[in-house]
């Protein structure tokens, strides 16, 4: 393969890079705006929670998270978006904790059928 050829097709792939992560910032800017207009919004923060958690933004991920689990407690969505971003974040014993509520919500909803 040809130098001129690499070349292209990383300039392409920094492009896509790119391109991503403006879409990533602009749906942070536009949740954060949502909970700035509804500090309530528990969608907004489990929403913005996923987008900091697939960034790498493993703090803000979590304090999402928690924010969201204080309006609601028995949210299913936050509690395994918490839970994925301590277990990316290296905190397993966090994560495992939070898996742990998960399951036990998952199987109280189920003995309810």
């Not at 929403?47 to 949210?75: F, H, I, K």
């Amino acid at each position: 393969m040809s130098l001129k050829i690499l070349c292209c097709l990383l300039l392409l792939c920094v492009s896509v890079l790119v391109a991503c992560q403006s879409k990533a910032e602009r749906q942070v800017a536009e949740f954060s705006a949502l909970i700035e207009d509804d500090p309530n919004n528990v969608s907004a923060y489990i929403s913005r929670c996923a987008l900091y958690a697939r960034s790498g933004a493993y703090a803000e991920a979590v304090d999402d998270c928690t924010a969201a689990l204080e309006r609601t407690p028995n949210s299913l969505d936050a509690l395994q978006n918490r839970a994925y971003a301590y277990q990316q974040w290296g905190k397993a014993e966090l994560a495992a904790a939070d898996w742990e509520i998960l399951l036990g919500l998952v199987e109280d909803s189920e003995s309810l059928l």
